[in-house]
C-alpha cells in the first residue's frame, strides 16, 4: 500500500487542477488522469509506454464515438482525483480494493463505453494479476493483495517472534493461496480477501489490546503458525493470522473502536460519518466500475441515494 499512496502523492501534481470542463475539451488532462486511474487501480505499478498510448486511444475512441459518455465520465475522474487528494490512507486502500473487485465482475458497465472499459480492465489485471476469484461470494484476491499481506506478515513476524518474509513471498503465495483456499473457512476467505482493506487497522487493534490476553493470544498462535511444516506454510499461517486481526481491527473501528463516553464519544461517530460519508462519494465518483453505483440500473431512486449522499 506504501507504493500505492507513494504513487498517488507523486502523480496527484501532474493530475490536479486540470479537471475543470473546458471547449474545448481538455484532452490532455483526461488522459493523464486516466492513466493515473489505471496505475492507481492496478496496484501503482507505472505503465509501459504502449499502455500510455492505449489509454490515450481509450480516451480518443471515446471522444470520437460517445463524446457525451467519456465526458461525463472525464468529470466522474477529476472529482475521483480531488477526492483522493484528501483521502486518508486507509479510505484509498477500501476504494482501491473495491473498484479492483468491480473490474473483475465486469458489473455495471456503461453500454456507451463498454468497449473503453474493457480496455481498462485489461490493462489493470496486467499489471495486479488475479491469484482467486470468488465470483459467487465477490471474493478477490490479487497480486496487490499478497503485497499487503506481506507487508502484515513483517508486522506478524515482530508480534510473533517469528521468521519475517523473504523475498519470494508473493511468488510462493500466488502457488500456495489458491491450494489452500478450498480448505479455508468462509470467515478466512473473507478476511484474505479483504487484506488491502483491513490491514491498516492492524497495529491499532494490537495497540489497543488488553496486554495480557495479547500476549495469550501471541503464545498460542505462535505455535499454530510454526506448526507448519516448511517455511512457505508458516508464512502462509501467518499471513491468515493477520488477515484476521486486520478484519478485526476494522471492525472494531466501524464500531467505534468499543464506544466512548460524552463529547469523546460523540466525536467519534461524526468522525466516522464523514469518513463514510467520503467513502461513498469516492465510490459514487468511480462509479464506472461500481455495481453499487450504476447509472444504469432501474432503481433510479436507490442510485440517487447512495451516489449522492
Known amino acids: ?133 470468488d465470483r459467487a461470494h465477490k471474493r478477490l484476491v490479487t497480486v496487490q493483495t499478497l503485497k499487503i499481506l506481506e507487508q ?30 478450498p480448505s479455508m473457512d468462509d470467515g478466512m476467505q473473507e478476511a484474505m480477501a479483504h487484506a488491502e482493506r483491513d490491514m491498516p487497522y492492524a497495529m491499532g487493534f494490537l495497540q489497543s489490546a488488553n ?18 511444516p516448511d517455511a512457505t506454510g508458516q508464512q502462509l499461517n501467518l499471513a491468515e493470522v493477520m488477515a484476521v486481526i486486520g478484519m478485526t481491527g476494522y471492525r472494531h473501528a466501524q464500531r467505534g473502536g468499543g464506544g466512548g463516553g460524552g463529547q469523546v464519544g460523540a466525536a467519534l461517530a461524526e468522525r466516522l460519518q464523514e469518513q463514510d460519508l467520503m467513502q461513498r462519494q469516492l465510490l459514487g465518483a468511480s462509479r464506472s466500475f461500481s455495481p453499487t453505483c450504476n447509472v444504469t440500473s432501474p432503481n433510479a431512486g436507490y442510485n440517487f441515494t447512495y451516489c449522492h449522499p
Not at 502484515?152 to 518474509?165: D, E
Open 1 to 133: 500500500m506504501k507504493r500505492c499512496c507513494v504513487l498517488l502523492a507523486g502523480l496527484l501534481g501532474l493530475v490536479i487542477g486540470t479537471a475543470s470542463a473546458a471547449s474545448p475539451p481538455d484532452i490532455a488532462g483526461m488522459t493523464q488522469r486516466e492513466i493515473f486511474l489505471l496505475q492507481f487501480y492496478g496496484g501503482g505499478s507505472p505503465l509501459s509506454p504502449q499502455e500510455r498510448q492505449e489509454a490515450a486511444d481509450i480516451i480518443e475512441n471515446g471522444m470520437q464515438h460517445e463524446p457525451q459518455a467519456e465526458l461525463a465520465a472525464a468529470a466522474n475522474a477529476a472529482k475521483l482525483v480531488r477526492l483522493l487528494a484528501h483521502a486518508p490512507g486507509p479510505m484509498i486502500a477500501r476504494v482501491r480494493e473495491t473498484v479492483r473487485l468491480n473490474v473483475e465482475l465486469h458489473e455495471a458497465v456503461s453500454p456507451a463505453l463498454q468497449q473503453q472499459q474493457l480496455e481498462e480492465a485489461r490493462i489493470i489485471a496486467a499489471h495486479d494479476p488475479v491469484v482467486v476469484f
Open 152 to 181: 502484515g506478515n513483517r508486522l506478524g513476524a515482530q508480534i510473533f517472534s517469528v521468521p519475517a518474509p523473504g523475498e519470494d513471498f508473493v511468488a510462493e503465495m500466488r502457488q500456495a493461496i489458491p491450494r489452500a483456499w
Open 211 to 228: 496486554r495480557q490476553k495479547l500476549a495469550d493470544f501471541v503464545r498460542t498462535w505462535r505455535a499454530k503458525i510454526m506448526a507448519a
